[in-house]
């Protein structure tokens, strides 16, 4: 609690500070390489035959994805609270990735924790960290995904907190991480309205982003929640099907509850012990989901609907092949329901889709998957 | 229900007596609840003075690898909160200690909180204790045990400023809990040399009684902590014992010994102080 109070004096200094807002810039803009684009796919829109859709290329910040905006925040302000060690908790591997990178970047000891799970199919990942200079620390407990990482990467900070920050990757945990994690991802959205408007001249109506924690759709989300006629659509793991009860869909069969020091929709059992998720991308195999998201749901500002890991499949091929764009198999759920979405829509209405990540680290399971060789 | 906690009149003899409380720890359900049961009644015979009970949970943050190892084996075996009060209410004539659960915030909130209350004080607990629910978000929590004489006990860590100490010693009753290092629960091979002034910190708070835990495993560690502390917790030690004894016929009385060895390291540190 000690410090989870001390780092939110530290980001509230460094927010009112603007050397750290312009320190925070120059990376954003030098080494992640933003502003990412916002790309009209027009062989996806004439594909579906209903609204325009744009993407949000996240995928094209430096290391592949959106993970990174938070990961230089973070770092940012673990050099302001002189402490020379991060860790991480990773479950697609982005997020340790980005981690590592920045760590290496301002000369950090660096270990992040994943499950064994995970780095199973991430395993070009796990190989990206340790070039980094990361320790990649096997998690072995439980389902051995994100959560059991988180598990572990908590007990580690508490062990090691004098010396340590936890660069938390989503907008999980207590507070303030959802709300610094938000704050430093909301840059996604900020760009995508300057350059919306710059393009078509107005608000785009449906806003699709995938969500596991929920980091790269609050920060699509984020800047737009004011704005009414914007409407917004978050896609959940259905992993193998709703009914089969392997998946990561919290909000179509969670219920409340308390995980990770954070109130918010939790799949678990009936006697609250947390249930095992199941879903074909590593990052959005998660329990638990972002209290934001649980709050805007419950309001009913933000929508939540579920793709399964057939129909992420299938959208992770149709973009690869109609936009020359390889998703990550997140973000690849954003699509699929796109895919759903836009045939409904008139042609003149606008959707833009957070492409979170790129899917580079996904081609060995896809490739498993489709039954095809990778040739060595 | 009406009438003294037996948290309260146990540590009251205690301090007429000079002695200090030994806490042994045990998951509830580790590997099944007759065991739990087993060993609560030994563990009176041979001197523990409370018994905290752990109610498994599925990520327990908190905890080092010997209790998410036991935590593991409970559930496996079908362990549930309902079930743990069910065996406590069953046990209850035969044993007079202190019962305490510790349990993280999920099982208990998903049970409810009213329902856990009453059912718990029903079945003969006397207090809990929840790692991962702050004092600033147990207001629910402290109303609904308070209607039942329930007492809710919270944690201090050692990097606790004075301003939370004095938060935390107002929410609890029964007695602190003093997490005596940084981390999670597990045996060390030492303790923090400087608790002696934290607990002069917190006992500019409060009267209550301080127990300290975590890391706590031999007796010469009882010893030491006995020196400043009222209570001494020891809970992997225990666990792991339990593991490394499974399928013995001794198992019982190794585990009981142990728990007596803790006790007179406790007991003599008031004789010769």
New interface residues.
Partial sequence: MAALAALETVYREAKADPAFEAEMQSYLRHYVGRPTPLYFARRLTEHLGGARIYLKREDLCHTGAHKINNTVGQVLLTRRMRKSRVIAETGAGQHGVATATVAALFGLACEVFMGTEDMRRQALNVVRMRLLGAKVTPVESGSRTLKDAINEAMRDWVTNVETTHYVLGSVLGAHPYPMIVRDFQSVIGREARVQIMEMEGRLPDYLVACVGGGSNSIGLFHTFLDEPAVRMIGVEAGGLGIETGRHAARFASGELGVLHGTMSYILQDDDGQIRPTHSVSAGLDYPSVGPEHSYYRDRGRIDFVSATDAEALEAFQLLSRLEGVIPALESAHAIAHTKQLAPTLRKDEIVVVNLSGRGDKDVEVVAKLLGCEVQG | MKGMNRIDTRFRQLKESGERALMPYLTAGDPDLATTRALILELERRGADLIELGVP??????D?VTI?RASQRA?SGGT???RILEMIKGLRADCRLPLLLMSY???????GYTRFAREAAAAGVDGVIVP???PEEAAELIEATAAHNLHTIFLI?P???QS?IRAIAAASKGFIYYVSL???TGARSSISGDLDTVLRMIRAETDLPIAVGFGISTPEQVRMVSRVADGVIVGSAIVSLLEQTTGQTDQLQRIGEIVASLKAATVNQSIFP
Avoid: E, M, Y
């Fill in positions: 949970f599925s990520d327990p943050l908190a080092g998410q559930l549930t909160l309902a915030v999920n099982p208990i909130f998903h049970f991962d629910l702050p860590a990097t606790s400023p939370r940084r981390g999670v």
